[in-house]
């Protein structure tokens, strides 16, 4: 049985979809959740911090999804993230709008700093603040930036000895050639000298180490450039949505040529 807060939120979410957001009385989303409206004041406090849950909720949701698309074989979890940024961006307007900054109108949006975002000014004070961590709503770089992190921590993963089944249907899922190239990837430090080495020997160690130190961030970085680019192309389909006059999934067939296409620049 859901919880107070996540009956207003579904209420809030399904109010919200069937007419402007400037119109949806706080009332009217207790009713819908069949509660007074001291508990949504005591939940939300304003509409902004309302919207601001709502939205933080779809950001989360959003983001669990990704981390279940990263659970997919190494070579397909870029496609992985992208399709599922895609298909879940299609079925939600305030994603998409979190995701790109293209708010419709209408739509429940962030409170402007300083001002309101389409509820009252909140004058509750600071027992009913619209600013709890929980409630913080990303920007589409800060969003964007939170799965391109996540893309390069979960390469850092060890791969499992049996690998998962794939994520994605075999004449769709990235080739096993798209992992990034291993002639890009830090060699192995090799280990250290013994006691008995001569100063030079420490000091060309000390030398490699810096090297290796240096290889291993320059790695990182082409994975977050490549990781990004990948995310950035699916974001443009969401706002310049694919030719959809063939098969069903061609939007998705597409989103995988227009990412297999930028791997070339980063992989072989």
């Given at each position: 049985m859901p919880t107070a807060r996540e009956a207003l939120l579904d209420a809030a979410r399904g109010a919200a979809a069937d007419r402007p957001w400037h119109t949806v009385r706080m009332v009217d989303v207790a009713a819908l959740a069949g509660v007074s409206r001291q508990t949504l004041h005591n939940e939300f406090?304003?509409?902004?911090?309302?919207?601001?849950?709502?939205?933080?909720?779809a950001a989360d949701r959003y983001l669990a999804g990704v981390d279940r698309a990263l659970t997919a074989a190494a070579p397909e979890r870029p496609a992985a993230v992208a399709l599922w940024t895609l298909r879940a961006?299609?079925?939600?307007?305030?994603?998409?709008?979190?995701?790109?900054?293209?708010?419709?109108?209408?739509?429940?949006?962030?409170?402007?700093?300083g001002g309101s975002g389409g509820g009252r000014p909140d004058r509750t004070g600071p027992a009913h603040r619209t600013d709890r961590e929980d409630?913080?709503?990303?920007?589409p770089a800060e969003l964007l930036a939170l799965v391109r992190d996540r893309m390069v921590a979960a390469s850092a993963r060890p791969e499992p000895a049996l690998r998962p089944e794939p994520a994605l249907r075999p004449d769709t899922a990235l080739r096993p050639d798209t992992a990034l190239r291993p002639d890009?990837?830090?060699?192995?430090?090799?280990?250290?000298p013994g006691p008995a080495a001569t100063a030079d020997e420490q000091a060309l160690y000390a030398d490699e180490q810096?090297?290796?130190?240096?290889?291993?961030?320059?790695?990182?970085?082409?994975?977050?450039?490549?990781?990004?680019?990948?995310?950035?192309?699916?974001?443009s389909l969401v706002?310049?949505?694919a030719p959809d006059d063939g098969p069903a999934d061609e939007p998705d067939r597409h989103t995988l040529r227009l990412v297999r296409r930028a791997a070339r620049r980063w992989v072989r």
């Open positions: 406090g304003t509409k902004d911090g309302l919207a601001a849950a709502l939205l933080r909720r961006a299609r079925q939600d307007a305030l994603l998409a709008a979190l995701l790109t900054g293209a708010w419709e109108r209408g739509t429940p949006r962030p409170a402007r700093a409630t913080a709503v990303p920007a890009t990837a830090p060699r192995l430090a090799r280990r250290p810096a090297l290796y130190a240096d290889e291993q961030a320059l790695y990182a970085d082409e994975q977050a450039l490549y990781y990004e680019a990948v995310l950035r192309l699916a974001l706002l310049v949505p």
